[in-house]
Nanobody
């Protein structure tokens, strides 16, 4: 098991919601600059869904604005992604990334399947 563990994935019908969590199993070396959620659909490249900086600034892909919300706790042990009104084309593996002053860390991902 790596430093980052994602959870909360599953199967949901179109229009439904899921809440993903990313937990750090230990203090991240070097200090955290930002955390982000990426997703990768079958046969497609990995893309950024949402990110949040140490200062709390958030950024979202245009396709998820108004439906997804990223949040963190101040200890950086947990970053959440609330996903509402999910669409079938958003099926894929969702991965957490942490950027520190010295490196980037990735979780192994959690599967999200949105059915019609």
């Amino acid at each position: 098991q790596g430093l980052l563990v994602e959870s909360g994935g599953g199967v949901v019908q179109a229009g439904g919601s899921l809440r993903l969590s990313c937990t750090a199993s230990a203090r991240m070396p070097g200090g955290v600059i930002a955390m982000a959620w990426y997703r990768q659909a079958p046969g497609k490249e990995r893309e950024l869904a949402a990110s949040i900086t140490a200062g709390g600034h958030t950024n979202y892909a245009d396709s998820v604005k108004g439906r997804f919300s990223v949040s963190r706790d101040h200890a950086w042990k947990l970053v959440n992604l609330q996903m509402n009104n999910l669409k079938p084309e958003e099926t894929g593996v969702y991965l957490c990334k942490v950027v520190t002053r010295g490196a980037e860390y990735w979780g192994q991902g959690t599967q999200v399947t949105v059915s019609l």
